[in-house]
């Protein structure tokens, strides 16, 4: 199946700081990608969704400047945790669907475990 | 909220069929049930999807009622690999997977 990559896996910075995370598709390109966030011994919840050249769709209760989504590219979205603090410590996962694999299948990337201390 | 009902947890020994049952009683007819699988801390994992009829991949056999209200993950050779949280989702053309709490399943040997 289709590879969606994340850099870093983990990262650990300190309160007040901004950290950028990346999603990338590897052998396809994504016209969409999803943000999930998910904390210990719950499940993932969506944060947003980004269409590739267009502003993110935000969900409910996700705060769009604290949480800065970028879809430049068919293969590249990053997520920006601005001023972050440690209730944002959480594990971020990204995941990509295209017209040019199944268009009912979306895959997911490994995950980023962000630790704010 | 999700729509689609799971039991918290389920085991199985290792060999045998597992059987994971998902109730979606309000599925629109525009909605699909897909499965996908997390195994801990790691991305889902996408398993297998289907609208009415079922379906079979390498991986599993989707079982769909013909009311289209419950459906049944079924892998048939379960090992120890493939302990993990499975969730059973509802997802139209807007392809938005709301998670719920899914299903521990736990493979023994």
């Known amino acids: 199946g289709a590879v969606v990559s994340q850099h870093p896996s983990r990262v650990i910075c300190k309160s007040g700081t901004s950290v950028k995370i990346e999603c990338r598709s590897l052998d396809f390109q994504a016209t969409t990608m999803f943000w999930y966030r998910q904390f210990p011994k719950q499940s993932l919840m969506l944060m947003a969704t980004s269409n590739e050249g267009s502003k993110a769709t935000y969900e409910q209760g996700v705060e769009k400047d604290k949480f800065l989504i970028n879809h430049a590219s068919l293969t590249l979205s990053t997520l920006t945790v601005t001023s972050a603090h440690p209730e944002d410590s959480s594990f971020y996962i990204c995941s990509a669907r295209s017209w040019g694999v199944s268009s009912y299948e979306q895959y997911f990337g490994p995950g980023t475990r962000l630790t704010v201390t | 909220d999700a729509k689609t009902t799971q039991p918290t947890s389920m085991d199985c020994a290792e060999g045998r069929a597992a059987n994971l049952p998902c109730n979606h009683s309000?599925?629109?007819?525009?909605?699909?049930v897909y499965w996908y699988r997390q195994i801990h801390s790691q991305g889902p994992q996408y398993i297998i999807h289907g609208l009415k009829n079922n379906e079979t991949n390498e991986m599993a056999s989707l079982i769909i009622t013909e009311d289209r209200k419950s459906s049944t993950l079924i892998l048939p050779h379960a090992t120890l690999r493939d302990t993990a949280v499975y969730y059973c989702i509802l997802a139209g053309s807007n392809y938005k997977l709301t998670f719920g709490k899914g299903t521990l399943l736990t493979v023994n040997p």
């Open positions: 309000t599925i629109s007819g525009n909605e699909y």
